[in-house]
């Protein structure tokens, strides 16, 4: 009999068929065994978790977020005691799988109506497995993760919905987030203008993307300012084009320059030039993606481009297909994600084609 492998892939469940339909790229016969949550769905499939890591790493989803591999499941009862049979089954099935010289840490979602904590079972497991396998715990870097997931209710009795905790190991690189299930919170910061702050904070992490020390940057779409206030953050001096009005702490920045205009009357008219163009406007995402096309030839050959695309309520997937032609045109698109914080949109990481046509001809 062929052998099964089971995951556990997460997304945002306003997006679940587009997620659901990443999964056969990476394994032709994976398939839904069981929901564990809004957003939350156990695989199995015919790919081991190392395959499938090894195919997403290479061209990483859009909307998985996250993915674990479950090694052990076990039954649990909502109480206490669980966090013994965690343990236990812990000891068992992943202890020996723990790397001693590597760090590791446990991070638990608890999708079930429990009497403990996330903490809980982070505490115990990381002792349990430190114990047997001595490697050391890095809550904040760690190597390896062990991922644990208890999802149903208790008494369901034998039915496909009885509380079940699964458990796996793997490398953290493996699992497109280094935050349990892609749950990517920022600390809220006393100057914030904007909640949009954090899909800008979020782009920019997972897309590893270093802002030139000192750089130009045109956002458009700025009001009221929450990415223009990062952009400051990080150095950049702020070209913020948008009819609407900025945030008083930013309107009296000298780095920052207003222009209450639209994008398109600012394109328009004799643009500058940039290293950093984001676009956060609020409008058809093929109409954005236009204007980015046009504002390619503000940016410089080294420069960098963040947008959102923004998404219609149906025909999503046609969107997103006629969006990236539309920009591949003038750009490579570097990543394309929906992240954490974006609703109903995703994120695109920019490249100008003619960098990438330099570093080719090099
Ligand atoms: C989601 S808000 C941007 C929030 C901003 N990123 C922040 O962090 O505060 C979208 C903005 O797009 C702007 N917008 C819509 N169409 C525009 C256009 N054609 N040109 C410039 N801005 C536009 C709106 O005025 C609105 O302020």
């Given at each position: 009999m062929e052998r099964t492998f089971q995951y556990i892939i997460t997304f945002d469940a306003d997006f679940a068929d587009l997620a659901l339909e990443e999964l056969p790229a990476v394994d032709p016969e994976a398939s839904v065994e069981?929901?564990?949550?809004?957003?939350?769905e156990l695989i199995a499939g015919r790919r081991s978790f190392s395959n499938v890591a090894a195919a997403w790493r290479s061209a990483p989803p859009v909307f998985v977020r996250h993915v674990c591999p479950v090694h052990v499941a076990l039954p649990l009862s909502g109480v206490a005691d669980d966090l013994e049979r965690l343990s236990q089954a812990a000891a068992e099935a992943i202890a020996p799988q723990v790397d001693a010289l590597r760090t590791f840490s446990v991070q638990t979602r608890l999708l079930a109506d429990v009497a403990y904590k996330p903490f809980d079972v982070n505490t115990r497991l990381a002792e349990t497995l430190a114990a047997i396998s001595g490697a050391t715990v890095d809550v904040r870097r760690p190597q390896q993760v062990i991922s644990v997931v208890c999802a149903g209710s208790a008494g369901a009795g034998g039915d496909a919905d009885e509380m079940t905790g699964y458990a796996g190991i793997s490398d953290v690189r493996d699992n497109l987030s280094d935050w349990a299930g892609g749950v990517r919170r920022f600390a809220r910061d006393p100057n914030q203008v904007s909640r949009s702050e954090f899909k800008l904070l979020e782009a920019l992490e997972v897309f590893q993307i270093e802002l030139p020390p000192r750089g130009v940057a045109l956002d458009l779409g700025a009001s009221p300012g929450g990415w223009t206030r990062i952009l400051r953050e990080r150095e950049q001096y702020v070209t913020a084009v948008d009819p609407g009005s900025l945030h008083p702490s930013l309107a009296a920045d000298r780095g920052v320059r207003h222009l209450r205009m639209t994008a398109e009357a600012y394109m328009a008219d004799d643009p500058d030039r940039f290293d950093v163009i984001v676009n956060d406007m609020r409008m058809d995402g093929r109409d954005s993606a236009r204007l980015m096309v046009q504002a390619a030839d503000c940016l410089y050959p080294h420069g960098v481009a963040l947008m959102t695309v923004k998404l219609p309520e149906r025909k999503r997937r046609a969107v997103i297909d006629h969006a990236q032609r539309i920009l591949e045109e003038r750009y490579v698109i570097a990543g394309m994600r929906q992240l954490f914080h974006n609703r109903s949109e995703l994120t695109v990481y920019l490249q100008p084609k003619d960098r990438r046509d330099d570093e080719t001809q090099r």
């Open positions: 069981r929901n564990l949550a809004p957003g939350v």
